[in-house]
């Protein structure tokens, strides 16, 4: 990068801002050092962008160096910033990092918005703990911050995993005093709920339900179905509905190859072991990390039954 001088703050924190929207990572933190050199001090602006490249990258150690170091210099960090910062450890499953930024933020009296509540609200929702994720809720309410779609779904997803279903019916309740309408993740957190609850017949029910109605469900939502029907070991209908899935047009993904044929092993139904095998193959997906080890069971397996046609080893690209 060629050296230009830059007389004032604003005019860096233009530059590594346009330069981390542009992922250009490694030339923003040169700028951000330049600083120095130029007799300059940072401000918040400045490591608010910073913060946010480096989240963006997933560098949640790097970019709680650069966050921790701001504070250091006597800078408190704004709502932006401690919200962007939740929402790292969220992705790097630091629950508890993340509940340990807000309580700081409160202890700070730095403003609380919708925006840092939904971050808190993924966060938490990674950790299968529903009445942490209930409580945060209630908790936002309490600070005078109305709820968006955004703000609910992340509960419903929250109290899905869990298959919390009377609870995730009173909120939805709430939800539509509120005037929200829900949406496709609304829906799929309600057919993930069910499934988990075991009421696989209601989430069975409930997408056919919305499939009548013509509400535009995606991959996830057939995936959050499928997720419940494997649990049950109701193979049949789980193969009806992934038949039904791609008769629809939709394009099964990873998840939805992952969780029939893991359940197709544990059922030791070699047939349908290779029918997904051989499906996998034929839609030329690249497997993911969980579905990496899938294959290799379902390799493990099938090289004791003499039936298959092909080498499943082919399954496993490089």
């Known amino acids: 990068m060629r050296r230009y001088r830059i007389s004032n703050v604003s005019s860096y924190n233009i530059m590594i801002k346009n330069l981390v929207k542009d992922s250009e ?4 933190l040169k700028v951000f050092h330049m600083f120095e050199a130029d007799q300059l001090s940072p401000d918040v602006g400045t490591y608010h962008y910073i913060v946010s490249g480096l989240c963006k990258a997933n560098k949640t150690k790097m970019a709680a160096m650069y966050f921790e170091g701001m504070k250091k210099l006597g800078l ?13 450890y969220g992705r790097a499953g630091k629950v508890n990092r993340a509940l340990q930024l807000f309580e700081e933020m409160k202890r700070k009296n730095v403003r609380l918005d919708t925006r840092v509540f939904n971050s808190l609200l993924r966060a938490v929702g990674t950790s299968y703990k529903p009445s942490l994720v209930y409580n945060i809720f209630r908790e936002m309410q309490y600070f005078g911050q109305v709820p968006d779609i955004w703000s609910y779904n992340l509960l419903f997803y ?7 279903r009377k609870r995730l019916r009173k909120v939805y309740r ?3 005093r509120d005037g929200l309408k829900p949406d496709i993740y609304t829906y799929t957190a309600i057919i993930l709920c069910l499934g988990n609850a075991g009421r696989t017949k209601s989430a069975y029910n409930f997408m056919q339900g919305l499939l009548r109605k013509g509400v535009e469900v995606n991959v996830k939502t057939w995936n959050a179905l499928l997720r419940g029907l494997t649990k049950e070991d109701v193979i049949e209908v789980a193969f009806s509905v992934y038949n039904d899935m791609k008769a629809r047009g939709f394009k099964p993904d990873n998840t939805t190859y992952s969780l ?7 059922l030791r139904d070699a047939k349908k ?27 493990r397996y099938m090289s004791k039954d003499r039936r298959t046609p092909f080498d499943p080893q082919v399954l496993l690209k490089s």
Request: aromatic share 4%; charged share 30%.
């Open 25 to 28: 990572l490694t030339k923003s």
């Open 76 to 88: 408190l960090p704004d709502t932006m910033t401690y919200s962007t910062m939740i929402d790292c």
């Open 158 to 164: 929250g109290l899905a995993r869990r298959g919390r």
């Open 174 to 176: 709430e939800m539509k």
């Open 260 to 266: 029939l044929l893991e359940n197709s092993i544990a």
């Open 273 to 299: 072991v290779y029918r997904i095998q051989r499906d996998f193959k034929d839609s030329r997906l690249e497997p993911d990390a969980p579905m990496q080890k899938i294959l290799q069971r379902s390799i």
